[in-house]
């Protein structure tokens, strides 16, 4: 039995208690991953809020369930939501280049990450990371990317594929990470 906490972006946390819901939804979701994109055993990369919600534990079952291991980057959603109500944009931007820094990282150590999760900011954040570098999603050795947030729209879609994923594969989820 695990004890969630939603989100709180929207509004205060509220606690709820689910026994096997999330194993069982990405089980089946993974189902639905194509395998040249989503290899089996791939390790993977979770960039995006995670905190006491169940998106991490999902991610990390997902890729447990597909046998690989994951690594992740949190970010903490109820924080930036501080940093612009303060309007500390220099802060919020601080904040964010620390959340890249420690994916770039990551992605550097050789743990032939070839899969992640991530939000669409953060997707676009990281990839503009790796050009300064001279290197790419797709250089950096990521086949496959489910992504899912209130940014996630069609134009956003067509510019990520057009512009950040260099031949990486994303299947997007539903567009909202309170999911």
């Given at each position: 039995v695990y004890v969630f906490e939603t989100g709180g972006t929207t509004g205060i946390p509220k606690s709820r208690i689910n026994c096997e819901d999330f194993r069982i939804d990405y089980e089946v979701f993974s189902k639905a991953l194509p395998d040249q994109h989503f290899p089996k055993g791939a390790n993977w990369l979770m960039l995006g809020p995670?905190?006491?919600?169940?998106?991490?534990?999902?991610?990390?079952?997902?890729?447990?369930?597909?046998?690989?291991?994951?690594?992740?980057?949190?970010?903490?959603?109820?924080?930036?939501?501080?940093?612009?109500?303060?309007?500390?944009?220099?802060?919020?931007?601080?904040?964010?280049?620390?959340?890249?820094?420690?994916?770039?990282?990551?992605?550097?150590?050789?743990?032939?990450?070839?899969?992640?999760?991530?939000?669409?900011?953060?997707?676009?954040?990281?990839?503009?990371?790796?050009?300064?570098?001279?290197?790419?999603?797709?250089?950096?050795?990521?086949?496959?990317?489910?992504?899912?947030g209130t940014e996630f729209t069609p134009q956003w879609n067509r510019f990520a594929h057009e512009e950040l994923l260099d031949g990486a594969f994303m299947q997007q989820v539903y567009g909202n990470t309170l999911m």
């Open positions: 995670s905190g006491p919600r169940r998106l991490r534990l999902s991610v990390e079952h997902l890729t447990q369930h597909r046998g690989g291991i994951c690594f992740c980057v949190d970010l903490d959603p109820r924080w930036v939501i501080k940093l612009i109500k303060k309007g500390w944009m220099e802060h919020l931007q601080a904040y964010k280049d620390h959340v890249i820094d420690q994916a770039v990282s990551i992605l550097q150590a050789n743990h032939d990450i070839q899969c992640m999760f991530t939000t669409p900011k953060l997707l676009e954040s990281l990839a503009l990371r790796l050009e300064s570098m001279g290197t790419s999603i797709g250089k950096m050795g990521i086949k496959g990317i489910f992504s899912g």
